[in-house]
Structure formats: structure tokens, C-alpha cells
């Protein structure tokens, strides 16, 4: 069996057996599938440009969505590492008061971000949530009246750097009928990404509280039956792999349920966005926490990937500094 584990210290909660799971009908399909079918889903990497090409070619018209790339072991047969792509443009342009990050901002100035390209939210392997992703890498103005202001006259609001994150978790949303999505939180900090890192270790979390900015669903592309030959092989969505060595050279063939297991494991590594409405909760929550450090609970995700016992299992925890670590008991 295939365990998705991290040394964060995400303090998630154990999930009883009785939480809500994804229909079973998404999983009814058992036909058999080729070396040919998992080669038409292959790139060297599972960088989200090596993802987004393979969405491309499958009728995606670069809207918001979700992808999984799953890296092979060097004979192919195996799951090394599991990893969420973000990709295509937020859906409208987000405007939120500047005050709601910044207490000194004037009431009519806004700050308007606009995101063409969801790949800046980047996601390390085996995570659901996004690294803090800098100011500097969104598109975004602050604005009175529609003028757009100085950097002088941002200073004297005390307006500074930002940073924002993307969590996400399975949607209540998710069936048969629709398919796979993703319900995906936008936060924004009142510190720059690196200030982020070093306010605590706990910031590493991805239930750690921000400002909510914006919330929508993002479907995870491309579905079971839409590739690989519209073949039902019993998983709704198809991952796009990086193959640890030729598939020709590959000693035995890639079973399904490795793969269905490996997608299943890193969405259910989703968990709820502590998103709070202005500056003012934002600094007592923090307050809080950092005086209490450990306190940060993940929130059990709405549904989970079934799996054997319908619900969590334990992951085994890697050794401390390995933070990236996929673990596959033998």
C-alpha cells in the first residue's frame, strides 16, 4: 500500500472511519489498461508546464484548474512522489479593500490582484496547499478612484508587502455527475513570504490563519474517461506521469490501483483554510499562536478518497529534516 507522509508538522487530526467519502460510483470502472495508455500520459517531469501541455492537447481552454503528476520508481511500477499543479487563470479579477490587510490604509483605497496564471502558487511534492508565494509574483495595484497610487503614498496608508497562499481540499461538490473538484481558498499575509517563514515554525502549516481574499472550485482535469483512450479503468481523473526509466525497459506493467492509491493519498491530504475577515482577528489569532506554539489544527476536508477502512489512514512520519520524504512501505 502507497502512504503519502511528511515531516511537517501539519497537526492534522485523525479521521474516523464514518467521514464522508467520494461516491463509489466513481471508481466502478476496471478496464485494463496498456503500456501505450500510460505513455500517452507521460512527460520527462511533472512541472506544471509539462502538466499544462498535456491538458492542452485535451481540450482544456486554460481556465482555473487542478492536474496531479505522479513520479515513477526507476522500474516503473511504483509511485516515488505525488504532486498538485495549479494551473489557469482565476476566474474574475479579486478587489478587496486595502484596509481589510493593512489597519492604516484609507477606507477608499483598493487593492486589486488579477491571476492569469494559477501556476504561481506552487505546491511541494505530496501537499495540497501552496507555498507563500511573494508580492512580487502577482499581478496586482493599489488604487483610489481608479488612479493607481505611488509607492510614496502607499508608504504613508503603511501600506508594505504582501504575501498570499492557496490551500485546498476535496469539495462537498465532488460525483458522478460532475466529476472531481477541488473548493481552493486564496489568503493574504501582511508580511513578505520570507518574513512569513520566520515568524514561526507553525507558519509552515497550511491551517495557519490568513485574510481570505477570494474561494472557488477548481475541476481536477483531465477525468478518468477523457484520455487514455476514453477507457473507464476505475479512477475519475488521470494523473500525468514522469516515468522513472523507458517504458520499454520497464520489468512489469503499472497496476491501476498503485496509481488510483497515489492520487487518492495526496487528495486526501487536503484540510479547511483558516480564512478570517480583516486585520484586527488576523493579529489576535496570531497573537494566540504564536504564544501557544503546536496549537494549529488542520479541519477534517469536507470528503475524502475512500480507501479501505473510509477514512485516513495513519501516515508514517519520515525523519525529522526530511521534509519532502514520500514514504512506500515495502
Excluded at 515513477?72 to 509511485?79: E, I, K, S, Y
Excluded at 495595484?141 to 508587502?161: D, H, P, S, V
Excluded at 522513472?244 to 492520487?263: F, N, S, T
Excluded at 499562536?289 to 477534517?300: E, R, S, T
Aim: hydrophobic fraction near 40%.
Amino acid at each position: 500500500m502507497l502512504f503519502v507522509c511528511m515531516a511537517l508538522n501539519c497537526g492534522f487530526r485523525t479521521y474516523s472511519g464514518n467521514m464522508p467519502v467520494l461516491d463509489r460510483q466513481l471508481f466502478t470502472g476496471s478496464e485494463a489498461l496498456t503500456e501505450a495508455d500510460w505513455q500517452s500520459v507521460s512527460r520527462s517531469d511533472i512541472c506544471s508546464r509539462s502538466i499544462a501541455e498535456v491538458l492542452s492537447q485535451h481540450g482544456w481552454e486554460k481556465k482555473g484548474a487542478a492536474a496531479i503528476g505522479l513520479k515513477l520508481a526507476p522500474d516503473n511500477t511504483t509511485v516515488d512522489a505525488a504532486k498538485l499543479a495549479l494551473l489557469g487563470a482565476w476566474d474574475k479579477e479579486i478587489v478587496v479593500q486595502a484596509k481589510k490587510v493593512f489597519q492604516q490604509a484609507a477606507e477608499n483605497t483598493m487593492l486589486e490582484i488579477d491571476l492569469p496564471d494559477l501556476s504561481v502558487f506552487r505546491c511541494r511534492e505530496g501537499d495540497m496547499w501552496s507555498h507563500y508565494v511573494p508580492q512580487a509574483a502577482i499581478k496586482c495595484k493599489y488604487t483610489q478612484g481608479g488612479t493607481t497610487l505611488t509607492e510614496e503614498e502607499l508608504a504613508a496608508q503603511g501600506i508594505t508587502e504582501f504575501s498570499v497562499r492557496m490551500v485546498t481540499h476535496l469539495s462537498k461538490d465532488c460525483g458522478a455527475k460532475w466529476g472531481i473538484w477541488l473548493m481552493a481558498t486564496i489568503l493574504i499575509f501582511p508580511l513578505c513570504d520570507e518574513a512569513m517563514k520566520s515568524l514561526a515554525e507553525d507558519t509552515s502549516n497550511p491551517a495557519w490563519p490568513g485574510i481570505k481574499l477570494a474561494d472557488g472550485q477548481l475541476a481536477v482535469l483531465p477525468s478518468g474517461k477523457s484520455v487514455l483512450g476514453g477507457k473507464n479503468w476505475g479512477c475519475p481523473v488521470t494523473p500525468i506521469l514522469a516515468p522513472g526509466a523507458p517504458w520499454e525497459a520497464a520489468p512489469g506493467p503499472l497496476e491501476a490501483k498503485e496509481v488510483r492509491d497515489a492520487c487518492g493519498y495526496l487528495l486526501n491530504r487536503g484540510c479547511l483554510a483558516e480564512a478570517l475577515n480583516s486585520i484586527e482577528s488576523l493579529q489576535k489569532r496570531w497573537e494566540a499562536l504564536l504564544a501557544n506554539p503546536g496549537l494549529v489544527q488542520g479541519k477534517a476536508a469536507e470528503k475524502l478518497w475512500p480507501t479501505a477502512g473510509q477514512g485516513l489512514p495513519e501516515r508514517p512520519t519520515a525523519k525529522k529534516g526530511n521534509r519532502n520524504t514520500v514514504c512506500i512501505p515495502g
